[in-house]
Each structure stands twice: as C-alpha cells, then as structure tokens.
C-alpha cells in the first residue's frame, strides 16, 4: 500500500504565497515523477508542475513562473511553493506519483486526496 499527505492548503488574499507538500510513505522502491495538479468543479485535473527524479521540473505555461516545485528524494516528498497568487489559482491540488512499488517491481500511478486552495480577490 502506497499513503500520500498533502498539506499547505488553505485560504490567501490574491498576491500572497502558499507552500504545498506531499509526502509519500508504503510499498515503494523509488519515485519516478512527482506532480501536482489542480482541479476545478467541474472541470477535469490539469497538470501544474511535474518534477523528474534527477529535478528536472515542467510547469504549466500560463503560471507565468509564479510557482517553483521542489523534491526531496529522501523524504520522498514534493513541495510546490506558490507566490503571487490569483483567484484564477483556486482548485483543489492533488499530488500524483509515478512510482515502481517494492511488491511487484513495476511502474504505478497514485493519486493523494488533494488540498484545497482559495484564493480571494
């Protein structure tokens, strides 16, 4: 079994700055790729930062380089540090793992939860 906490979330005036985490614990011999991912009511997940084992990060185009996402691979944990917020940020973040699981030595996927962020105009 593979658990993902996520934490940072919360509620920002637009211009201000959050710190999202997500830490990854359980059945798994190495991380490939970290991600974070925002999603809207109804509208499906989009990717907004990715980052390979070696640190090689990716972002979404219209971030304008606002946020900055990080890994520790010994803690195996990924942070995204979000500056200069805007309303049109607001979503529910999920950090999603690519990762080869200690059981059955093959690439998997997991998702967390998610964390909610808002950011007020």
């Known amino acids: 079994q593979v658990q993902l906490v996520e934490s940072g979330g919360g509620l920002v005036q637009a211009g201000g700055s959050l710190n999202l985490s997500c830490t990854a614990s359980?059945?798994?011999?190495?991380?490939?790729?970290m991600g974070w991912y925002r999603q809207v009511s109804g509208t499906q997940r989009k990717l907004v930062a990715e980052?390979?084992?070696?640190?090689?990060?990716s972002y979404s185009a219209s971030l304008k380089g606002r946020f900055t996402i990080s890994r520790d691979n010994a803690r195996n944990t990924a942070f995204l540090q979000m500056s200069d917020l805007e309303p049109e940020d607001t979503g529910v973040y999920s950090c999603?793992?690519?990762?080869?699981?200690?059981?059955?030595?093959?690439?998997?996927?997991?998702w967390g939860k998610g964390t909610q962020v808002t950011v007020s105009s």
């Open positions: 980052i390979t084992e070696t640190g090689d990060a």
């Open positions: 359980g059945s798994i011999l190495r991380i490939n790729d």
């Open positions: 999603k793992i690519d990762y080869v699981s200690s059981r059955y030595h093959y690439t998997m996927a997991y």
